[in-house]
């Protein structure tokens, strides 16, 4: 017999002795509450390579040699719901029958994410800190504003203008500072750095991914204090229906309708939205009105198709436009139009020469109005036009080594804004941008994420933003992050060129070409730690350093006009931390509480920012009754904030203003009812607290929803 033979036979005995002596573990996955099989779960020995799937059917069948011995767990996993384990003395006596029901998991660890480092990632592995906030809190707490939702938010603080709208505050950066995106196209029409979260439909929202800190190595310009993505709900591949209609208090109306259905080898979703509100006045014997009356209507249609299992693409279409008026006194109100319109193509493909590629094409287009119209004559006093119109692409590629995962990007802007604000009334900027990431994971404990991004822009220049994360992951259910990285935000339009009379004051604003960006220098520390079944915590700690703050300054003037600029002035710091927890001590009670504090200072003059909250807490408690009934009660607290009004002459304080702190209480019931409704009730600001110098506040509102889906 030869040599080979003989090897051969070795060979055969040997695996034949090894599966003789192997241990059998065999059984089902399927889902608690319905009995459903659930294909796809993954089965492994932790510790070990050893491990398999369950097929369509929920079987698996997991083989382990012989030699695997002493006390190991078992693990079952699957997106979306808690993990199972069971602690096993090896080797087994004989084969074992393993039949395993998962229940839904409550908490988001296994949510995919993709703004953090701009590739899907599950939650829990994602190297930079993101929060997320599953569009079902919208329903279970009565939310019909973006605003109201994110206000409870650890860390986060939504401020109200009368005439600019809701602003977001994060680590003491303002709206000017905060990238706001939907399904990745970037949210144009800032009116003085505010973006009014009220335009956008909250009904459509699937998950809001919010990443705290610099993002502008992968995110450039307005990400120098975080980016907050809106991720809408995607069609459905089988016909779905759903109808939404609110009222409330002060002539509030609320409706929306979605459907989606295949169509031919697509899958189209479309929505209208519709929302009215009649404003309010709280000092009936003042002229002036309080809140602002607005009818706002939008619409939506998202297509998609799969050409195959490795290409696929996204088409968007979406229109906003609104009316608001005001009384501003006995003689004149304001009247504000504000016309929004995005669309959106992209594209994925995997597998390309081993590459995943993703690519973009959007355009958006925002015009705005603001009328002073006599109230006796309907004649407009005073108008302020604005247009903003941005094109924008982007290519994206990723590939996986083997401890490496690689990202290479451009981008490209083009951003055109006609006002009579600015001087010339025509401006226009070019900016091309390329970034890089490499994401390492040197063993199962530890990952490093680099990267940076050159920005050139046709007016300000170029500007390279780096940023360096890494995480261990000390057990499977805990998290350190640490984060270094570097943020900008660009002079805006109005920043540049603005030149404005208004003649009512006798005061000319000037704006400053010569204007260099902002710049930051953010550190983020981050702890998390998770159970599998009951709670989630976070603490977070930050300190940012912002350089070459932009700010007004008064100026000579020949004549005896009031005349201001803009200047790079100041260095300001920030820090703080954020704790926050979630507890479910039931499958019918759920407990979210949270707390943070900011510190900042202006370097110059060492006074705090102005408008800056210190201590902001919030708690919730939802509970889930016989019959699927949900009620939440929730409480935000909101600590001492205080402003300064600056003296012209002498640039010194004239005058503290300051707020006290307020709790305010809310809120919502929701049950189903026959006929594949549901109901659901509430009251926001229990307590009825006004405040007029930090608002508009309208005091206590009631409401009541009534919802179908099919």
Not at 49 to 72: M, Y
Not at 187 to 197: C, F, K, V
Not at 301 to 326: G, H, I, P
Not at 517 to 532: F, G, I
């Amino acid at each position: 017999m030869s040599l080979f033979k003989i090897l051969s036979v070795v060979v055969l005995l040997a695996a034949s002795a090894a599966l003789a002596g192997a241990q059998t573990i065999s059984g089902t996955i399927r889902e608690n509450k319905t009995g459903v099989p659930l294909g796809g779960a993954n089965i492994f020995i932790e510790g070990k390579a050893l491990g398999t799937t369950s097929d369509t059917e929920g079987n698996f069948r997991l083989e382990i040699p012989s030699t695997v011995r002493d006390v190991h767990n078992i693990v079952v996993t699957y997106v979306g719901y808690y993990d199972f384990i069971k602690r096993l003395h090896f080797p087994l006596k004989e084969a074992l029958r393993l039949d395993v029901t998962l229940t839904e998991s409550l908490l988001s660890m296994d949510q995919i994410v993709v703004t953090g480092t701009r590739t899907e990632r599950f939650l829990k592995d994602t190297p930079v800190t993101t929060q997320v906030i599953k569009g079902e809190q919208l329903d279970e707490r009565g939310s019909n504003d973006i605003g109201q939702i994110l206000s409870e938010v650890t860390g986060i603080t939504i401020g109200q203008s009368t005439r600019f709208g809701s602003g977001i505050d994060m680590q003491g950066f303002g709206s000017d500072h905060i990238l706001l995106m939907v399904d990745g196209m970037k949210a144009i029409g800032r009116l003085n750095g505010h973006l009014d979260l009220s335009q956008f439909d909250a009904s459509q929202i699937e998950r809001i991914e919010l990443v705290k800190g610099a993002a502008s190595a992968l995110y450039g310009s307005q990400a120098m204090g975080g980016v907050i993505n809106i991720v809408t709900k995607k069609p459905s591949k089988k016909f779905a229906l759903s109808v939404n209609a609110l009222a409330g208090s002060y002539g509030r109306y609320d409706g929306n309708i979605t459907v989606s259905t295949p169509v031919a080898s697509w899958h189209p979703k479309f929505s209208l939205g519709n929302r009215q509100y009649a404003g309010y006045d709280l000092d009936k014997e003042s002229s002036t009105q309080d809140g602002r009356s607005f009818s706002k209507q939008d619409a939506g249609l998202t297509l998609r198709k799969e050409f195959s299992a490795l290409l696929n693409m996204d088409l968007q279409v979406n229109y906003f436009q609104e009316e608001q008026e005001r009384l501003l006194n006995d003689f004149f109100k304001e009247k504000v139009r504000n016309k929004r319109f995005a669309a959106q193509a992209r594209a994925h493909l995997d597998s390309l020469f081993s590459w995943n590629a993703d690519a973009g094409l959007e355009y958006s287009h925002y015009d705005h109005r603001y009328d002073e119209v006599v109230r006796s004559s309907g004649f407009v006093k005073e108008s302020d036009p604005t247009t903003d119109g941005l094109l924008k692409g982007d290519l994206l590629l990723d590939r996986s080594f083997t401890n490496h995962d690689l990202t290479l990007g451009y981008n490209f802007e083009y951003e055109d804004i006609q006002s009579r604000r600015i001087d010339a009334d025509s401006r226009n900027s070019t900016l091309h941008s390329v970034f890089v990431q490499d994401e390492y994971k040197a063993c199962r404990f530890f990952t490093l994420l680099a990267g940076g991004r050159i920005d050139a822009h046709s007016i300000y220049g170029s500007q390279i933003s780096p940023k360096i994360s890494m995480m261990l992951s000390p057990t499977r259910m805990s998290r350190i992050r640490l984060s270094y990285g570097h943020g900008f935000r660009a002079p805006s339009f109005k920043e540049l060129y603005l030149d404005l009379y208004v003649a009512d004051v006798n005061l000319r604003v000037l704006g400053n070409p010569e204007l260099k960006p902002e710049n930051s220098r953010a550190v983020n520390l981050d702890y998390e730690l998770w159970n599998n079944n009951n709670y989630h915590l976070r603490l977070n700690f930050f300190y940012n350093r912002i350089r070459d703050l932009i700010s007004d300054i008064r100026i000579e003037s020949a004549g005896s006009d009031l005349r201001y600029t803009y200047i790079n002035f100041d260095e300001a710091n920030t820090w703080g931390g954020e704790w926050d927890m979630k507890y479910f001590p039931s499958d019918w009670l759920e407990f979210t509480l949270g707390y943070s504090y900011l510190d900042s200072w202006e370097k110059s003059t060492n006074a705090p920012l102005s408008g800056k909250i210190k201590h902001r807490g919030h708690s919730a408690f939802l509970f889930t009754l016989p019959g699927n009934i949900k009620l939440s009660l929730r409480a935000n607290y909101y600590g001492t904030r205080s402003d300064r009004l600056i003296n012209d002459a002498t640039g010194e304080v004239s005058e503290e203003i300051s707020v006290p702190d307020y709790t305010l209480l809310h809120v919502n019931i929701g049950a189903p009812l026959p006929w594949r409704l549901r109901g659901n009730a509430g009251i926001k600001n229990l307590t009825n607290y006004v405040n007029r110098t930090w608002g508009p506040m309208p005091g206590r509102e009631w409401y009541l929803g009534l919802s179908y889906s099919l």
